[in-house]
C-alpha cells in the first residue's frame, strides 16, 4: 500500500515545468522540511528499544500448537518463535486495553500528540532498524521497506499531530429552519476498543496505521498481526510500550495478538470491541463480517484489490515507465493497492511491452537480509509463488504471451519464497488472472483503442480498490479516471493517494466499505454523537396548545406552523402566519368542524 515516489520522474518533471512552478515546488518543499525540524526540535522525549537479532536460541527450536515458528522468506532462516495465543488471553488482553482505554478517552489532545511526536521521532532516527526487521519478517527490499513502512507512517503521524484535532473537536451544524432557536454540532466520541486483524505485506505499517489514528481519537486499540508476520511484533511492541511510558499513558492501552483462526475468532466476537479493521483478503473478509453480526459490531472492510493502470497514447513514456514497473514490483508485488493490470492503448502498447520487459530482465532479485542490493524480495507467504505460476501457466494456455520472468526459478534460489518479475501479455477475459488477485510481481498488459474501450476493460473486475489514469491532457485523464469504479484514482501517478492522508482509504466491489486513513477515516475511529440545546438563555417548552390533553386546536397550530416555516411562496408564509395567530383567538376549531360535518355526512 506504499505510495511509490520516483526521484528520475520528479526530476524529469522539472524539467518541463516553468521556472515559476519549480520555484514554488522548491519553497514549499523547504517549508516543508522546516516545519518537520521544528516539530522535531520541540521538547519530545527519546525512547530506546532494543534490537531483536532474528537468530533463534537452539533451546527455541521446538514445535509446539502453542508456539508459532517465524522464518526469513528469502532465506527460511528461523528468526524464532512467538506465542500462538488461545481465545482466553485474547479476551484477557482485550479486557485489559478497555481498562486503559476509560482512563484514555480522557486525555488532552496535547497528551495524545506527544504519544504521537514520541513515536515519530523514535521511527525517523532509528529508520534502518525498523526496516531491517520488516525485510527478515516480510522479505521487502531495504527501499521498499522505506517507502512503505517507513515514509507513510511518518506521513500519517504528521498528518495527525497537524490536523488531527481540528476534526475530532465538536463541529457546529446547521440547526435547520424551525429549530433557528437551537444550537446543534456533532460531538466524535471514542468507541472503545479498536480491533484490528492486520496482514503480512507491511508488519511495521500495518500495526501503526490504525494504531496512531486509535489513539489519536482517544481509544485504546488491540491488533492482531499475521502469522505469516509476527517475529517482528515483538520489536515493534516493545517501541510502543516505551513510548506509552513516555507519555504517561496507560501501560495497557495498545495490545498485540499473535496467533491463528482462534486468536482472531476471539478478537472479532468480544462485546468489548467498539469497532473492528480488517485488512486482508475477500474471503476472509465475509467470515469476520458474518462473525461480527454477533454482536453488531461495526467492521471496516479493506479487502482484495486489483488495481487499474490506464496509459493513454498521448501519455510519456519515459514518465510512466518507471511508475509502471515500480508499481507492479514493489515488495514483490504484495500491495493492497498494487497496479496488476497495465491497460495500454494500442498505439503505444508494444513500445510499453518492450521496454518494460528489457528492465524487467535486468531486475536483481534476492533475500532482503543478504549483502547486496536487491530489487526484488522474496514472496512472505508460503504457497505464494506457486500459486502465482498457476494463474501465469493458465493464462499462457489460454493465449497469453510471456514477455519477462514467467518461471519458478529452482533449487538455485538457495531455498526462498522467490517469484520472478513477469512481464504478461495478450490477457483476456478468459483467463483467472484477469478476474483473479495475483498480489505477486506480475505485469498482466492489455491493449485498448479507445477510452471507452479503456474504462470497460478497468470496470470488468470484481475488485475496485485503487485506479490510476496516465495522458498528456489532464482534462482527459480525469474523464477516464471518473468513470471509474474504485475507491481512488491518482491522475499521472501511481497511489499517490495515501501519501495524501487527509484522502480517505478504501474501495468498491468486492474490495471491502468503509475507510480508514483521513479525515473519514480519523472520524471513524468515534461515534458521531448529535447534541442540541438551547441557543440563547431562556427554556423552551411545548407551547399549552400541545400539551396534553391536547387543544382542539392543537392540529391548525400545528398545520400553522408548516405553512408558516415551508410554505414554497410569501402568501404561504403569511397564511401560516394568520393561522398561528387565529389558534389564540376565541372560537373554535376549522379542523375539528370540518371533520364533525364529514362524520354527520356519512351518518346521512
Not at 256 to 280: M, N, R
Not at 323 to 339: D, H, M, P, V
Not at 506 to 522: P, Q, Y
Request: charged share 15%; proline share 6%.
Amino acid at each position: 500500500m506504499a505510495a511509490l515516489l520516483d526521484l528520475q520522474a520528479v526530476w524529469a518533471v522539472s524539467q518541463n515545468l516553468p521556472p515559476l512552478a519549480v520555484a514554488a515546488a522548491v519553497l514549499g518543499a523547504i517549508l516543508s522540511g522546516l516545519l518537520f525540524v521544528r516539530l522535531l526540535s520541540q521538547s519530545v522525549p527519546s525512547i530506546a528499544v532494543q534490537p531483536i537479532t532474528g537468530v533463534a536460541l537452539p533451546a527455541s527450536r521446538r514445535a509446539s500448537k502453542n508456539l508459532i515458528p517465524c522464518h526469513d522468506p528469502g532465506t527460511q532462516q528461523l528468526l524464532g518463535y512467538v506465542p500462538a495465543m488461545t481465545a482466553t488471553q485474547v479476551r484477557e488482553l482485550v479486557a485489559r486495553a478497555k481498562t486503559a482505554g476509560e482512563e484514555w478517552r480522557r486525555s488532552s489532545f496535547g497528551q495524545r500528540s506527544l504519544l504521537l511526536k514520541i513515536i515519530l521521532k523514535f521511527i525517523v532516527e532509528n529508520q534502518e532498524e525498523i526496516c531491517r526487521v520488516s525485510a527478515m519478517d516480510s522479505g521487502k527490499p531495504m527501499v521498499d521497506a522505506a517507502f512503505g513502512e517507513i515514509m507513510v507512517t511518518c506521513e500519517k503521524i504528521w498528518w495527525l499531530v497537524q490536523q488531527g484535532e481540528r476534526y475530532l473537536r465538536p463541529e457546529s451544524r446547521s440547526a435547520g429552519t424551525m429549530m433557528f432557536y437551537k444550537s446543534a454540532r456533532v460531538e466524535y466520541v471514542p468507541v472503545g476498543v479498536v480491533g484490528a486483524i492486520v496482514p503480512w505485506n507491511y508488519p511495521f505499517h500495518n500495526i501503526f496505521n490504525p494504531l496512531t489514528a486509535a489513539l489519536f481519537a482517544g481509544n485504546a486499540i488491540v491488533v492482531k498481526v499475521s502469522e505469516h508476520a509476527s517475529w517482528s511484533a515483538q520489536y515493534y511492541k516493545a517501541i510502543i510500550d516505551a513510548a506509552l511510558a513516555a507519555a504517561g499513558a496507560p501501560p495497557d492501552l495498545v495490545q498485540i495478538v499473535t496467533g491463528y483462526g482462534e486468536a482472531g475468532q476471539a478478537l472479532v466476537t468480544s462485546p468489548d470491541v467498539g469497532k473492528l479493521i480488517f485488512v486482508g483478503s475477500t474471503q476472509i473478509g465475509r467470515k469476520v463480517m458474518e462473525a461480527a453480526a454477533a454482536n453488531l459490531t461495526p467492521v471496516v472492510l479493506e479487502l482484495g484489490g486489483k488495481d487499474a493502470f490506464v496509459v493513454c497514447g498521448d501519455a510519456d513514456l519515459n514518465m510512466v515507465l518507471p511508475t509502471a514497473l515500480r508499481g507492479a514490483f514493489q515488495s514483490c508485488g504484495q500491495n493492497c493497492a498494487g497496479a496488476e493490470r497495465f491497460i495500454v492503448q494500442d498505439t503505444i502498447h508494444d513500445e510499453f511491452v518492450r521496454r518494460a520487459a528489457a528492465t524487467t530482465a535486468a531486475l536483481r532479485q534476492g533475500p532482503a537480509s543478504g549483502e547486496g542490493m536487491v530489487d526484488c524480495g522474496a514472496m512472505c507467504m508460503p504457497g505464494a509463488a506457486e500459486k502465482v505460476q498457476e494463474l501465469v501457466d493458465d493464462a499462457v494456455k489460454k493465449g497469453a504471451k510471456v514477455a519477462a520472468g514467467g518461471t519458478l526459478p529452482g533449487e538455485a534460489a538457495g531455498g526462498g519464497q522467490f517469484y520472478p518479475p513477469t512481464v504478461l501479455t495478450g490477457v483476456t477475459p478468459a483467463m483467472r488472472i484477469w478476474h483473479e488477485e495475483v498480489f505477486g510481481p506480475v505485469m498482466a498488459v492489455v491493449s485498448f483503442s479507445t477510452d471507452d474501450e479503456a474504462v470497460a476493460i478497468a470496470n470488468d473486475c470484481p475488485f475496485g480498490l485503487g485506479s490510476n489514469v496516465f495522458s498528456s491532457s489532464r482534462r482527459r485523464a480525469r474523464a477516464i479516471a471518473a468513470r471509474l469504479e474504485a475507491g481512488m484514482s491518482s491522475i499521472n501517478d501511481f497511489a499517490t493517494t495515501y501519501m495524501c492522508q487527509s484522502l480517505p482509504f478504501g474501495g468498491v466491489k468486492h474490495s471491502g466499505f468503509d475507510r480508514f486513513a483521513g479525515i473519514e477515516g480519523l472520524r471513524g475511529m468515534c461515534i458521531p454523537k448529535a447534541v442540541a440545546e438551547d441557543r440563547w438563555p431562556f427554556k423552551t417548552a411545548i407551547p399549552p396548545l400541545l400539551q396534553y390533553p391536547v387543544s382542539d386546536k392543537a392540529f391548525d397550530f400545528v398545520s400553522s406552523l408548516v405553512w408558516m416555516f415551508y410554505a414554497p411562496g410569501w402568501g404561504g408564509n403569511l397564511k401560516g402566519l394568520c393561522g398561528l395567530l387565529a389558534c389564540f383567538l376565541p372560537g373554535g376549531s376549522k379542523t375539528r368542524a370540518k371533520a364533525a360535518a364529514g362524520g354527520s355526512k356519512k351518518g346521512q
